[in-house]
């Protein structure tokens, strides 16, 4: 009779029956914090600015709209089934939480290819090797090979005054032979690793390796900075295996909306959180005008770049921690092609091309493989870039995604059909891609909204150390409803701390 167990298993204990808890915000933490207090018979309202859930976890589909900041709105034209995710696009096998979520939800995810030795870096402008699309796997091939040489040659010299053993010696040469691929002299020459220029076939065709590039050049041209080199093989995050969700990463939302959509109220947005003695007053505006709504409890899962704007009665360094919040500027742009000639014509499936313009990547997609049409990613960039980009009219953002683009992919020009652009940090109920805190900021400002202020808590991705991600608002809503829960199972008498 046992129930089964969860494979990221959450079993508070309460009984929630007559206590109202008003959530603020329906994108993935404000819909998982409802969606654990119902299962313990707290009484939730969720109050949602925007027409749709889901909040930064957006899939652009034909009818998405948004309307940024001086900006017109803007309605995506894309072709039925056609899609991009304007916010999250892949899922880290590590993020448990997230993957039990899709999991508990009946969300399917299918493998994202994130790293792709055959797409390119392309630095524009900079170098013998500017404007030039070279494969990844022939950058990275010879920096392994260059760095080995050199590390050998050092080691063997005995230039290189290390606690080793003569055997560790031994071992440290052997590694560097194979992970440098360096021939029986020790040094660096091309290989099949890198690819090729005619590719192995039948009869007498063997297949012609490519040359190697100089290591002064892939330097000079600044393949190598580390603003684009190896940013998505190394990062923590971005290592393989990663998944998304199948048709769309908003299907996560959209999967949280059918078991709490009843307790939705869209297109209510919050003008004022006033703690009151007994609980809290919220003061919202919907199509009918000003409304008010009252609580035992209020969680507010608004951006913090947001809820800045908003009248509250906080204390003074709640009220500082949430003025002083600092967000990312993103942007992206959904491009769709007539024809997937990165697959047809360039062999690339999924993965990411790094330049070093104001593109900053070029995400390929992972979905619907060798079928007709495509959305690529044109742009995925951030900071001064994001800004630059995001300043540009709608019009002037493709022109900017379309001329950069076909410097790599020439076919652009021929076989664009449409696009969608999305500006975080211009966008009105979002206004930043994520919360971005220095250990200076998290001592000063982030701790002080860890404590509730009074009735009110404070949840979402920015109330968590894994920012920028979904996992973030899934294990704040968990965080937020054992708090919650303990504090009103106290009040009842019936206290019994779970943790989480
Ligand atoms: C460009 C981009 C790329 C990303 N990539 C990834 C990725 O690859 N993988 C990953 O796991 N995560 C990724 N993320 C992060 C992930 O999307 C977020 O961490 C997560 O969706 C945040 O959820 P949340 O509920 O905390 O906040 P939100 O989704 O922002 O929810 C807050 C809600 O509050 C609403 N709201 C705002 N103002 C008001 C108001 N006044 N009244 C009422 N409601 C209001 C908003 O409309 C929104 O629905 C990405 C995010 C962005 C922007």
């Known amino acids: ?48 600015a925007r027409d749709r859930v889901g909040g930064r976890c957006w899939s652009v589909r034909k009818g998405s709209h948004n309307t940024e900041t001086g900006l017109p709105k803007q309605t995506a034209q894309l072709d039925d089934g056609q899609y991009f995710n304007a916010g999250p696009s892949r899922i880290p096998h590590h993020h448990e939480l997230t993957l039990h979520y899709c999991k508990e939800l009946g969300v399917p995810l299918q493998i994202y290819n994130n790293v792709n030795e055959g797409a390119y870096y392309f630095s524009e402008g900079k ?38 053993s003569k055997d560790d010696i031994e071992k440290v040469l052997e590694y560097l032979r194979a992970e440098g691929g360096l021939d029986i002299d020790n040094l660096y020459k091309a290989s099949a690793r890198r690819g090729y220029t005619v590719a192995p076939s039948t009869g007498n065709q063997a297949g012609k390796v490519a040359e190697a590039h100089r290591l002064a050049d892939l330097i000079s041209s600044g393949l190598t900075d580390p603003d684009f080199y190896n940013v998505a093989e190394y990062t923590y995050e971005l290592q393989m295996t990663m998944f998304q969700a199948v048709g769309g990463m ?71 921690a949430i003025d002083y919040a600092s967000y990312i500027a993103t942007g992206k742009i959904g491009l769709q092609f007539k024809r997937r000639f990165w697959e047809e014509d360039e062999q690339i499936y999924g993965g990411i091309t790094h330049t070093n313009n104001d593109l900053t990547q070029i995400f390929y997609p992972s979905n619907d493989y060798q079928s007709n049409k495509g959305v690529l990613l044109g742009y995925y960039n951030f900071n001064d870039k994001a800004i630059k980009t995001g300043n540009l009219s709608l019009i002037d953002r493709e022109k900017l995604a379309l001329e950069k683009g076909a410097l790599i992919h020439p076919q652009y020009l021929k076989e664009f059909e449409k696009s969608f652009s999305v500006s975080w940090h211009k966008t009105p109920c979002s206004l930043g891609g994520w919360a971005l805190y220095t250990s200076e900021t998290r001592e000063s400002m982030y701790k002080a909204l860890l404590k509730p202020d009074k009735q009110v808590y404070f949840a979402g991705e920015h109330m968590t150390y894994l920012n920028a991600w979904m996992a973030g608002a899934f294990e704040s809503a968990r965080s937020v409803v054992t708090e919650v829960n303990n504090r009103l199972s106290e009040q009842r008498g019936e206290y019994k701390k779970v943790d989480k």
């Open 127 to 164: 170098g013998p090797l500017s404007n030039q699309k070279i494969k990844v796997r022939e950058v990275h091939n010879d920096m392994r090979g260059y760095m080995s040489e050199l590390l050998h040659k050092s080691i063997s010299q005995d230039k290189l005054d290390l606690a080793l």
């Open 1 to 48: 009779m046992l129930k089964a167990a969860p494979s990221y298993a959450f079993n508070p204990q309460g009984d929630g029956k007559g206590k109202k808890v008003l959530i603020l915000g329906g994108g993935l933490c404000g819909m998982t914090t409802a969606y654990e207090l119902t299962k313990l018979g707290y009484s939730c309202t969720i109050l949602e």
């Open 250 to 320: 908003d299907k996560i939302a959209t999967a949280l909306e059918k078991k709490v959509g009843t307790l939705i109220k869209k297109g209510a947005e919050v003008t004022s959180i006033i703690n009151t003695d007994a609980g809290v007053k919220v003061s919202y505006t919907d199509t009918t005008g000003k409304q008010e709504a009252s609580a035992d409890i209020c969680i507010c899962t608004i951006p913090l770049t947001v809820l800045s704007n908003l009248n509250h009665n906080f204390s003074s360094d709640v009220s500082r």
